[in-house]
């Protein structure tokens, strides 16, 4: 018979930054539900810039710490002492294959959980020296992960290994959304802020200004529907970078179309902008279960993708998704995007909020399946009763 938890769940997060992303928001609303049910959650983060983040006084204000620890010689030294002084009932790491160092850290210390959580899909080409890279990572993973966990299927065979389904540790763990963060409203009118007017065409994109993400494309799309007759004009929404912010305008000049293109930069209300989008255009080319993706189509707000595993994963479970090849031409997306724009104008915002609170990507859900896992390895704990047999417990949410 299981322990019963009756006390404080003590848990290490580890995250590449604390930034406004994907993997730190959806970690960000996950806290409310953990902490509520006995969660202390504390973050490490492993930014040599961002450092603790901009989303630390949110952890603070649920009882948690954020200790920024660059990746440098220390680090393991730095860590340890950490897991010595937190005494953590679980490490849970979500830093793909290098989740395997501060896990196999966490093993030493005697950490009963010991959480693998892999984001994205990984199926970019690799060269020799990421082959063996990831080839070491997935041996340490196999040595010291009690658990393995992936937002989607892809991300687990393209991320952790093609056989992750024969691997009891492993399920997958679909990113919770909280509609409440994205119903509240923006103190800004959108095509006020931007100067368009009613008739134009708002297209926004939500993302980090990095590489895979491909923000450029937007003014050859923004040109390809002025070819269309159709006025539009695009809002970045994200953690800016100036090389790539820099691309991006010198593609809108490129196109004739820089005084249609808008670096807002992160922004704390991107619901309340995304309700007043026309549409949402999602062009990065690696992902795992895209937020930039779930978010519009969970207010109901059509989106045009690039043809990724993770985006179809979405596109299957929710309508308002128009999927285009990756390397497809401007002109294609810009057919897609009138497509998605004639779903966001036929979808209430109420229908699909009730669509979404009753899809498997609902954020109870997602905060159910977290707390089993950490109730788990809590009773593990010397006190709590003996650890439960990892070989005979049953995946939760696998999806298989």
């Not at 409203?185 to 959108?190: A, F, I, Q, T, V």
Request: charged share 20%; net charge positive.
């Amino acid at each position: 018979m299981r322990a019963v938890v009756t006390g404080r769940i003590r848990v290490l997060r580890v995250v590449g930054e604390l930034n406004y992303g994907g993997t730190e928001m959806r970690t960000a609303e996950l806290l409310p539900r953990l902490a509520a049910a006995g969660v202390e959650l504390h973050l490490v983060t492993l930014s040599d810039t961002v450092g603790p983040g901009p989303l630390a006084g949110l952890v603070a204000g649920h009882g948690g710490t954020v200790t920024a620890m660059p990746l440098d010689v220390r680090f393991p030294a730095r860590l340890l002492r950490l897991l010595g002084r937190l005494r953590p009932d679980v490490v849970h790491a979500d830093c793909a294959n290098f989740s395997g160092v501060p896990l196999a850290l966490g093993a030493l210390r005697g950490v009963p959980g010991r959480v693998a959580h892999f984001r994205g899909d990984d199926n970019r080409h690799r060269n020799l020296r990421r082959r063996v890279y990831r080839l070491i990572g997935e041996r340490l993973l196999r040595i010291v992960a009690t658990d393995i966990l992936g937002v989607s299927p892809s991300s687990l065979t393209f991320g952790y290994h093609p056989g992750w389904r024969d691997d009891p540790r492993c399920q997958v763990v679909l990113n919770g959304l909280d509609l409440d963060r994205l119903r509240r409203p923006s103190p800004d009118d959108l095509r006020a802020l931007i100067g368009a007017s009613a008739a134009d065409l708002v297209c926004v994109t939500v993302g980090r200004a990095s590489p895979e993400k491909r923000r450029w494309l937007l003014p050859p799309i923004l040109a390809a529907l002025r070819d269309r007759g159709v006025s539009a004009h695009a809002v970045f929404v994200g953690p800016g970078d100036r090389a790539d912010d820099e691309r991006v305008r010198a593609a809108a000049a490129a196109a004739g179309v820089g005084d249609r293109v808008h670096l807002l930069g992160p922004r704390e209300d991107v619901g309340g902008l995304l309700r007043q989008a026309d549409v949402v255009v999602h062009p990065s080319c690696l992902e795992g279960l895209p937020g930039g993706v779930l978010e519009p189509v969970a207010l109901g707000v059509g989106t045009v993708a690039a043809d990724l595993p993770g985006v179809r994963f979405i596109g299957a479970r929710l309508p308002g998704v128009r999927i285009v090849a990756v390397d497809a031409a401007p002109q294609v997306w810009a057919r897609a995007v009138g497509e998605a724009a004639a779903h966001s104008a036929s979808t209430t915002v109420g229908v699909a909020a009730a669509r979404f609170a009753g899809s498997v990507f609902a954020i109870d859900r997602a905060a159910a399946i977290h707390l089993e896992i950490y109730r788990r390895w809590a009773s593990a704990r010397p006190g709590w009763g003996p650890a439960p047999r990892e070989s005979s417990r049953p995946p939760v949410g696998s999806g298989r």
